[in-house]
């Protein structure tokens, strides 16, 4: 099994900038991807961003060029830079990763709200 731990939400202005973090835990053997989706009120999941062990990385249109996703092998942590963030950015932002046997473990979610 695999357990993520999220950190980094807050409240932020439109404009303004975050970080969140997802450390990971247990079977990290498994994991041959992470990234984060996002969930606004009223509307379903949607993919953020994705790396995959190999480098390759998938963004969402929407945050094309303002947010960036990147990983720390050594501390099984990913990141998620979130800068120039808009209204419609805020949801809660769920860390996961994509298994070997093509399965996703979840983080329990973070709050990202914008707002002036």
């Known amino acids: 099994q695999v357990q993520l731990v999220e950190s980094g939400g807050n409240l932020v202005q439109p404009g303004g900038s975050l970080r969140l973090s997802c450390a990971a835990s247990?079977?990290?053997?498994?994991?041959?991807?992470m990234g984060w989706s996002r969930q606004a009120p009223g509307k379903q999941r949607e993919l953020v961003a994705i790396k995959t062990n190999g480098g390759t990385t998938n963004y969402a249109d929407s945050v094309k060029g303002r947010f960036t996703i990147s990983r720390d092998n050594a501390k099984n942590t990913v990141y998620l830079q979130m800068d120039s963030l808009k209204p419609e950015d805020t949801g809660v932002y769920y860390c996961?990763?994509?298994?070997?046997?093509?399965?996703?473990?979840w983080g329990q979610g973070t709050q990202v709200t914008v707002s002036s």
């Open positions: 996961f990763s994509q298994l070997r046997t093509g399965g996703k473990a």
């Open positions: 247990g079977n990290i053997f498994s994991i041959n991807a």
